[in-house]
């Protein structure tokens, strides 16, 4: 199934209303966008009637196909982009942080290198 999101603003209000369910937001799935902004996801995880008709409510449509190059992801979780916070951080020696590798591959050298 490839449902495909009018822009990147209904995509977070489906998953932060709970339209989008948590274990679904937490499965892996591919992902296109198209020129306009349109995201295409497509997961095999299957969705519950209540939240079929709330993703149509904000007009989020099936779609046969994919809008462009296509890109796996862990979790819907990742097709979110992240931006950075506009404040002054506060950051304490427990603050957690998140990285980003392109491979899990490189994770032991970026633990070995943190110790």
């Known amino acids: 199934m490839i449902l495909l999101f009018p822009n990147l603003d209904t995509f977070r209000l489906a998953l932060t209303s709970g339209t989008v369910p948590a274990e679904m937001a937490l499965s892996p799935a591919v992902v296109s ?7 295409f996801v497509e997961t095999s995880a299957k969705l519950s009637k209540k939240n079929k008709d709330e993703l149509e409510r904000l007009k989020v449509l099936g779609s046969k196909r994919h809008g462009g190059p296509t890109e796996p992801v862990a979790s819907w979780l990742q097709i979110v982009p992240l931006t950075a916070d506009g404040g002054s951080p506060k950051l304490s020696s427990q603050a957690p942080v998140l990285f980003e590798l392109s491979s899990p591959d490189l994770l032991p050298g970026l633990v070995a ?3």
Do not use: K
């Open 33 to 39: 966008r198209d020129d306009t902004g349109r995201i």
């Open 113 to 115: 290198e943190m110790l």
